[in-house]
């Protein structure tokens, strides 16, 4: 069965720093693996999605990584700005059909 | 529309209530999940649809959940017998067909709180 951990739980850096989250899964048999971003009290926005025969995907000051003989992710945030302070959830298809596996998250907080 | 909608978006009910939530996909996407994310949580997988049909239910907790979907677009959760441990974020998604090569898309949520 597959499950997905989050390091670390939760993140404060100021303003202008360069982070990554983390993600590992354990069944390296992943479809693909899509990174979200959750504000409080709000749904998910879909960040990146990446498909399993790709290495990495990029979207302006993001970029995620999957290496899936490791069973890891990661994603990286260049240039951090306070309004990128929200809970970032990453998830990995359980099942052909498109079911997601979520991490309990990591919480980011950056500081003006 | 433009994105997913839930409604409604907070429901307060009592213990052994019946709730139903509705679900509003992007116009044109077949495929349908509801998830639960509970207090400090990942959402976790509860139902998928094809069209009208479910095709997994295997993440419905017990029988007191149900979900439909007669038209193929608007769908319905519905919990029977309300306990305080259905308290959570309830959340559906959709995308353009089903399969990990599609980006899912999620509503605001709705969030219950049994009494």
């Known amino acids: 069965k597959q499950e997905v951990t989050q390091i670390p739980a939760a993140l404060s850096v100021p303003e202008g720093e360069n982070l990554v989250l983390n993600c590992s899964f354990t069944d390296s048999a992943i479809y693909n693996l899509q990174w979200f971003r959750q504000d409080p009290g709000k749904g998910l926005t879909s960040l990146l999605l990446?498909?399993?025969?790709?290495r990495e995907q990029t979207s302006g000051r993001l970029n995620a990584s999957l290496d899936k003989s490791s069973g890891r992710s990661t994603l990286y945030i260049a240039a951090s700005q306070p309004g990128d302070s929200a809970t970032y959830l990453c998830a990995g298809f359980g099942g052909s059909q498109g079911n997601l596996i979520f991490g309990k998250g990591t919480k980011l907080s950056v500081k003006p | 529309g433009a994105g997913v909608s839930q409604t409604p978006s907070n429901k307060v009910t009592e213990k052994g209530k019946y709730v139903e939530l509705r679900c509003d996909p992007i116009s044109g996407h077949t495929a349908l999940y509801w998830y639960r994310q509970s207090l400090g949580q990942g959402p976790e997988f509860l139902i998928y649809f094809q069209g009208t049909g479910a095709a997994d239910d295997s993440g419905l907790p017990n029988d007191r959940f149900f979900a439909v979907r007669p038209e193929g677009s608007v769908s319905t959760l519905k919990i029977q017998r309300t306990e305080r441990g259905d308290s959570a974020v309830y959340l559906c998604a959709s995308s353009r067909v089903p399969g990990t090569l599609e980006t899912q898309y999620f509503g605001p949520g709705t969030r219950l709180l049994v009494l």
């Open positions: 990446i498909q399993s025969s790709q």
